[in-house]
């Protein structure tokens, strides 16, 4: 499978995906269907399938006018009115596209939004706004149970998964990990790492499992020196690897940005 990283608005990534011997077209979260429609024309391909993870607007605004162009396209998506899907898809649910070879299985990662799947493809998970690099996304419908619960799903997945996540967020993320845990080693190198990628104009996205499980705190309230930090910060006992999470949101949301 071959995957073309686009990007759009000020820090969205969409994502087209293709096999080498077939000219069908996957496009996952259409925010725009502008870069998208460029990208198809540039690589003569034709859209077949639309994957939405949730309903905001950077992720589905651009289906209408693809829609027009494509009228048998198949839209999938979460069970949710504010998602055009034709298709609808649940947890553990497992998909096989005409358009690919490869099969992909839907994971509920409800938390930023009550709705929002993710969906893995051996070793390459399109999560959307619920992981970034070093930062997950913000809680504006779930509780910070759902999210924990999201990213323990996520945590479990092989070592070897790339997160195609729908954001260029990493050095900021960086910024507020190191508060958090400050004595990071992986955390310092792969800020220098990434500092490099971006001033060249390049993309510090997709990440690596492997890596975010070092660097990430939001997937790190396992560890105890995370655990010992939140603790310090707010001046309180926490008693369950949840609520540590709920407190490094909640001291990313209020105090960094
Ligand atoms: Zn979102």
Redesign the pocket.
Known sequence: MNIIQIPAFSDNYLWLLHESNLRDAVVVDPGDHTPILKALEENNLDLKDILIT?H?N??IGGILELKKLFPDVNIYGPSDKRIPANIIVKDGERVKLNSLHETFKVIDVKG??NSHVAYYFKNKLFC??TLFSCGC?RLFEGSYIDMHKALSKIKQLPKETMIYCAHEYTLDNIGFAKLVDPNNEDLISMEKKVKKIIDKGGYSIPSKLESELKINPFLRFDIPNIKQSVQNHFNTEIKSEAEIFKYIREWKDKEYD
Do not use: I, L
């Open positions: 949730h905001h950077d992720h930023h939004t959307g706004d996304g």
